[in-house]
């Protein structure tokens, strides 16, 4: 317990530090008028307020498989991008509207409904591809340089904006932010997408995929804006689709040689979306459309553990897993079924033996820790999720996780100080700072570690302070 502790205020001291940072300002680079009117270090102490606000009030979609398998896509297709600084924070949006954005810093945001609106997995990397590209050219900064000769607008106000279009799904939110693009200077909104379209584009034929599904991507959403009617979805108000962006990007296809359009993983992916997105009303529809496909079985044995019959989505995971022995997705979803259904003993030996061949792998670990919850033993759950904070620590629903596992286990310093992080990650400081007074309180005799509280309660005081006067 104590290992944990003094890990948990090393990063109280490294969490000073990135504040400090915050605050620090780039000197521009002389002649670079890009620099001058906000620098990258500014972009992402702005990327990290905004994130904050987004877990705030944001629905997130939370599923440790659809998470790993995003993130790790996203990097992929990050490393063939220009983007400077390749370190990316994914957010999956509880929202089955089409939508993808980028923010400085990093920061990818997709829609569930993306995966819905997408054939393939290579349509799906054309809008990742995309918004890589609004990184990588960094429209953020030009917009502020733009704005700054013409309305003085800000970043933090665009990013304001995404968030309220992202949180209240109302896409007319967007036009106080990105939307000034599209409403005073449309033609700047027109060059910044040709860019992202292009970059995106090279980018998208340097991950290894079909060039040609971007514009089938295209055509995809023209079909879905012709049937929105005035309901249209907030990215095809900022991405606005047009004849020529189509037309462009089947000319730019004609030279590549073809490449991925879609894998087994993405499938069982977009599936297993699907499923999470489910309520209880409509499983009974989707079981009438479940074809005979791979994917459909994988859908087939997530409804079947969804009804509690657990035994029938065993044996539909197990003919899965003898055609596609190797793949880690069907695995780990055997291993939650086995959990699920209360077969604590069976659900660790398998997932175990899963993590001899996969080493802290992250779905794996989170279902091992689900386990040692069931039978009880809080204090092994808790350090398994104390080594998946170590990887993912501003992870609010892990943090929400960890803190509730160490109530459980009467480690009342441990939860005060998680539980904090959990509150502060989510935008909501004056209740981060609550939890970390208690946590003070109850280290009055660790003059050491009651100092790091206090060190970390001044600038959290900071950050309440600055939220009463925006």
Same mark, same amino acid.
Request: hydrophobic share 40%; net charge neutral.
């Given at each position: ?133 609004? =990184? ?5 900064? /030009?917009? #502020?340089? !733009?704005?700054?000769? %013409?309305?003085?607008? *800000? ?81 095809? =108000? ?5 004849? /020529?962006? #189509?037309? !462009?990007?089947?000319? %730019?296809?004609?030279? *590549? ?100 061949? *996969? ?112």
């Amino acid at each position: 317990m104590i290992k944990k502790t003094i890990h948990f205020f090393i990063f109280l001291i490294f969490a000073s530090t990135v504040f400090s940072q915050d605050k620090t300002i780039e000197l521009p680079l002389i002649g670079d008028r890009l620099s001058g009117a906000v620098s990258e270090t500014e972009e992402q102490a702005l990327g990290r307020q905004f994130l904050r606000d987004l877990k705030k009030d944001a629905q997130i979609l939370y599923d440790p498989i659809v998470q790993e398998w995003t993130e790790l896509f996203v990097y992929k297709i990050g490393e063939n991008s220009k983007v400077s600084k390749k370190t990316f924070e994914v957010l999956l949006i509880e929202d089955n509207n089409l939508n993808a954005f980028a923010a400085p810093g990093g920061i990818i945001g997709i829609n569930a409904g993306l995966f819905k609106y997408s054939d393939n997995e290579a349509q799906f990397a054309s809008v990742v591809s995309h918004e890589l590209a609004h =990184l990588s050219q960094r429209h953020f900064a /030009r917009q #502020i340089l !733009e704005n700054s000769d %013409r309305s003085n607008a *800000s970043m933090a106000a665009i990013l304001a904006s995404i968030v309220v279009a992202v949180t209240t799904r109302s896409p007319a939110a967007i036009l106080g932010g990105q939307g000034l693009l599209a409403t005073q200077r449309l033609r700047f909104s027109r060059l910044y997408e040709t860019e992202a379209d292009r970059e995106g584009f090279v980018t998208l034929e340097n991950s290894g995929y079909d060039t040609s599904e971007m514009s089938e991507m295209f055509k995809n959403m023209q079909e879905l804006r012709r049937l929105s009617g005035d309901n249209v979805p907030e990215f095809l =108000l900022t991405h606005p689709i047009t004849t /020529r962006r #189509i037309t !462009e990007s089947r000319v %730019r296809a004609r030279g *590549s040689e073809g490449g991925t359009i879609d894998s087994l993983n993405f499938k069982l992916i977009k599936q297993r979306v699907k499923f999470l997105m489910t309520d209880n009303l409509s499983i009974k529809a989707f079981e009438k459309e479940i074809g005979d496909t791979d994917e459909d079985l994988y859908f087939s044995a997530l409804i079947e553990k969804k009804k509690l019959n657990f035994t029938k989505s065993i044996e539909i995971l197990e003919l899965l897993e003898a055609k596609y022995p190797d793949n880690l997705i069907i695995k780990t979803s055997k291993a939650e079924v086995y959990t699920e259904s209360g077969n604590v003993k069976k659900s660790k030996d398998y997932t175990k033996k899963l993590l001899e061949v *996969s080493l802290g792998n992250y779905p794996l670990s989170y279902n091992l820790a689900n386990a040692h919850i069931l039978e009880e033993n809080y204090l092994a759950a808790e350090q398994i999720l104390e080594d998946i904070k170590f990887y993912r620590p501003v992870d609010i629903n892990l943090l929400k996780d960890l803190s509730a596992v160490q109530k459980s286990s009467n480690n009342m310093l441990g939860y005060h100080l998680t539980n904090s992080e959990f509150l502060f990650y989510s935008g909501r400081y004056e209740e981060a700072l609550r939890d970390l007074q208690e946590a003070r309180r109850i280290a009055r005799n660790n003059f050491k570690i009651r100092e790091i509280i206090t060190e970390r309660i001044l600038i959290l005081q900071t950050y309440v302070k600055s939220s009463r006067r925006s």
